[in-house]
């Protein structure tokens, strides 16, 4: 049977957990809450780069340019703890 664990003990593991994440650039805080926090993901293109590739491959790599393009679009993720210690992360 698991143990119902204190509020701060839960504060201190979710911010653990949100830490971890935010080593990586390209996660943000959007909200946060007690035990709840909001996090946007969005991967960045470099354009320059693809520019580049595009001119020196003779217009080749536009698709791959083009395609990259759109499916790096932001998305959020919701990160909750409950009264248990347990996290959940929901992609929305």
């Known amino acids: 049977m698991d143990t119902v664990r204190s509020g701060e ?7 653990a957990f949100v830490f971890a994440k935010l080593a990586n650039p ?3 805080i959007l909200q946060r809450d007690e035990f709840r926090v909001l996090l946007r993901f969005q991967r ?3 354009h320059i780069a693809h520019l580049l590739g ?12 083009f395609i ?3 499916t790096n679009s ?5 990160i909750s703890i409950d009264e248990y ?4 992360e929901v992609k929305r």
Not at 9 to 15: M, Q, V
Not at 85 to 88: N, R
């Open 26 to 28: 390209n996660f943000s």
């Open 44 to 46: 960045k293109t470099n």
């Open 54 to 65: 595009s001119i020196f491959t003779f217009g080749f790599w536009l698709p791959v340019w």
């Open 74 to 78: 932001p998305y959020s993720k919701e």
């Open 85 to 88: 210690g347990y996290i959940t």
């Open 68 to 70: 990259l393009s759109v």
């Open 9 to 15: 003990e839960r504060k201190a593991r979710l911010d």
